[in-house]
């Protein structure tokens, strides 16, 4: 004979503990090359802002002294609800009365996700109660909407007053999506207060952190132009550089050839974003932490979108950036290609490493 109906959640009270982090920081240690190209034998070193760890802002508990918490070396973990006393009325027995709290008891975490990264926590529940009646709930709780994580976790059928625990379960949050804002983790045991006891249990909460900050977000509007594919800007190269541009072009077609213009004027922050891109890609490449396999696949795609070579670092600022260098092919022989760029005053000062790029004379 099955007495019950089931519980409803009632509201909860907070209060505050003392919070926890984890985050990974090996050390940042990378030789880097001055100039545009990375020529052999010329070293120097790039200084990255670190990165800012995802943290525990505050922690805070309804239960009414029903709620444990505690910080260990796996992380934060908490006991949820009264566990003290096994249920004495056997399968779908009378109800005990003062065994069993009634309501919902909710331990919260607040966390300030900065950089993003990782929230990685086991879970476990142990019950006499049916999961209609007594169950475990996990969500966040985040700008955009809550994110359920499990719901009505609890024992399967309909009897209670027989123990059931569940095998702990670990799961990791990502949250990167929401990047230099806050978010709370909610863990909540509903109880009906029928004596039969359930506890939620909580187990390592930790944060990590990738060491290497995300892409800079581009703000200027030519940038993004550029970023979104519209990249050849001839028209705000020098008037000395569309004045050999032109004349290359008349003197490759004379010598029924065409030239192929790859690069010409780039705007500032777009200049600072492959620098970015190559330098964060140099770390990243060989870095297999779980908390930088989201950044690590964005700019590997960017690296490789932008043709980026591990042999090239892009300079900080380059003559691309004054209007003052191009970058161009042509279907003429090397020959008659060089001919014509010096007779319309145009060099390479990288023939080997980079021979796509031209300047004035």
């Not at 249990?201 to 060491?211: A, K, V």
């Amino acid at each position: 004979m099955n007495c019950k109906s089931p519980s409803v959640p009632q509201g909860h009270r907070p209060s505050r503990t003392n919070p926890i982090f984890r985050t990974r920081w090996p050390l940042l240690a990378l030789s880097y090359l001055p100039l545009a190209l990375c020529l052999p034998g010329q070293l120097a070193q790039a200084q990255l802002p670190p990165a800012r760890p995802a943290v525990i802002a505050s922690t805070q508990d309804s239960g009414n002294g029903y709620i444990s918490s505690s910080t260990a070396a796996n992380g934060l973990s908490a006991l949820i609800s009264r566990w003290d006393t096994p249920y004495p009325g056997g399968p779908n027995g009378p109800q005990a009365p003062g065994l069993e709290p009634s309501g919902r008891r909710v331990f919260s975490i607040d966390v300030d996700v900065n950089d993003g990264g990782l929230a990685a926590f086991g879970y476990a529940i142990s019950t006499y109660d049916a999961g209609i009646y007594d169950w475990y709930d996990i969500h966040v709780e985040t700008p955009t909407g809550n994110v359920p994580i499990v719901t009505r976790l609890g024992q399967p059928g309909s009897t209670y007053g027989v123990l059931f625990e569940s095998p702990v379960v670990t799961r990791s949050i990502n949250l990167n999506p929401w990047r230099n804002q806050r978010v709370r983790f909610v863990f909540a045991v509903t109880n009906d207060g029928w004596g039969d006891q359930t506890q939620g249990r909580l187990i390592g909460f930790t944060l990590s952190t990738c060491t290497v900050p995300p892409l800079t977000p581009l703000t200027d509007a030519t940038a993004i132009s550029f970023e979104g594919g519209a990249s050849l800007d001839t028209a705000n190269l020098t008037q000395r550089m569309r004045t050999a541009l032109s004349c290359v072009q008349t003197a490759a077609a004379a010598a029924g050839g065409t030239v192929t213009v790859a690069s010409a004027y780039r705007p500032p922050q777009y200049q600072q974003h492959l620098r970015e891109v190559w330098d964060k890609w140099d770390l990243l490449r060989d870095m297999r932490e779980p908390e930088c396999v989201e950044l690590r696949t964005q700019v590997q795609a960017e690296f490789q979108r932008h043709g980026l070579l591990l042999t090239q670092r892009p300079a900080a600022s380059s003559q691309h950036t004054l209007g003052e260098a191009i970058d161009m092919r042509s279907s003429l022989t090397a020959a008659q290609f060089a001919t014509a760029t010096t007779g319309c005053l145009l060099n390479r000062p990288l023939p080997v490493t980079d021979p796509v790029h031209y300047v004035h004379q």
